[in-house]
């Protein structure tokens, strides 16, 4: 029903900065949230940043500050601006749209099929 494509990855020096887009398309009425996951190697993936239906805003202690979520719906597209990038920040990026199953609990529905983003020291 929905289709994510993410794009915008690539190799940036630690300092540089980044923007990740995601195309949707289908049909999201049953879709609350949008969020950027990502995942290392050998690691699990984490939740980056989310921004409900409503316009709010979530992001892991770790990018807070660095990075900013948002979204243009007359393009249907969801961004993630990385700033400061730091190594730490290398892994592969996932657009995902999330349903809410409970009052503050989110399910991820559909995930795009990543694009690697590398911070190079």
């Known amino acids: 029903q929905v289709q994510l494509v993410e794009s915008g990855g690539g190799l940036v020096q630690a300092g540089g900065s980044l923007r990740l887009s995601c195309a949707v398309s289908g049909s999201i009425f049953s879709i609350n949230a949008m969020a950027w996951y990502r995942q290392a190697p050998g690691k699990q993936r984490e939740l980056v940043a989310a921004i409900t239906s409503g316009g709010n805003t979530d992001y892991a202690d770790s990018v807070k500050g660095r990075f900013t979520i948002s979204r243009d719906n007359a393009k249907n597209t969801m961004y993630l601006q990385m700033n400061s990038l730091k190594p730490e920040d290398t892994a592969v990026y996932y657009c995902?749209?999330?349903?809410?199953?409970?009052?503050?609990?989110?399910?991820?529905?559909?995930w795009g099929q990543g694009t690697q983003v590398t911070v190079s020291s």
């Open positions: 995902a749209a999330e349903r809410r199953i409970r009052v503050g609990v989110y399910e991820v529905a559909y």
